[in-house]
DNA sequence: ATTACTGTATTAAGCGCTTAATACAATAAT
DNA sequence: ATTATTGTATTAAGCGCTTAATACAGTAAT
């Protein structure tokens, strides 16, 4: 897991997201169970409050599914966990298209620039399985 | 102008990214004279104070130059404005594949996402010049 | 039954951002 | 000379986020 926060946006927030991405990616599979709000906040080296913000949260979007005393779960509603994370792509998508196109970029600029650059040296990782997979290995 | 401010992050960061891109798209062109502070602040619907620490940055970058008494003035200095404009747009290119990459899409993916839904139905606007601009209009 | 681990709630303190209300020096305009 | 406008600085107050230090109720394990 990677933690990485910053001090320009409220860490409530940031847990959060990073918490949909690990659900949304698949790297917390449906009906898994997650670690204690306890644990968790160890790992990202923030106050348990924090942590447990994060989650009010995230529970009520329906990701989570929380037992009392048991612990926390990842939803099984394998098409909710999917369209979700459509969802956050669109939205990333467009709010780089927002960027792009106040920097004075036009449509066709963009789709260059970006097959351009995210084709040319990737991220030097998995450039095995690249290529052909159509879904990232993510999800159900 | 939009002056579009969430409350999720600090004021002063908003202000001094859209003025960057304000300049950098050549809506503010080199050399030009910015309103004043109490002027912008009063457009934005910030206090001053506000606006004045957004404009201590962007001096700091050096996309603007401060004369004491007559107001503040877009640099002249053309090169750099261009070389900032491909600075940002990497830098948000840069985020855009982080987060998609963290959502389980390959890079072949998200190139494809991308031209898919760029070019769809765009942003309604300006669809008649699109198509063979390749500079945007931006910049000197 | 006792122990350990869940989620949850409360209180107080500290910190950064923002606003409001001024004030001052330097220059442009009259 | 006077007036208006510029950037700039200062002080105090309020607010939200974060942390720390607890505490409690419910359940699983022993």
Redesign the interface.
């Known amino acids: 897991m990677s933690w990485k926060l910053d001090s ?3 860490i409530y ?1 940031q847990l959060l997201e990073i918490l949909q ?1 690990n659900i ?3 790297h917390y599979p449906p009906g898994s169970k997650l670690k204690s709000v306890r644990e968790l906040a160890m790992d990202a080296g923030v106050n348990p409050n924090t942590m447990q913000r994060a989650f009010a949260e995230l529970e009520q979007q329906g990701l989570i599914r929380t037992e009392r005393t048991a612990g926390r779960f990842v939803t099984e509603d394998t098409e909710m966990v999917g369209k979700t ?1 459509e969802t ?3 939205a ?2 467009d ?3 927002e ?13 260059e ?3 351009t ?3 040319a040296q ?2 030097r990782r ?1 450039s095995a ?11 159900a």
Chains 1, 2 share one sequence.
């Open positions: 320009d946006r409220p927030t991405i949304v990616s698949g994370r956050i792509a669109g990333q998508l709010l780089f298209l960027k792009m196109e106040q920097l004075g970029f036009g449509r066709q600029e963009i789709v620039f970006v097959s650059r995210a084709l990737a991220g998995n399985s690249a290529g052909s997979d159509t879904n990232g290995g993510a999800q």
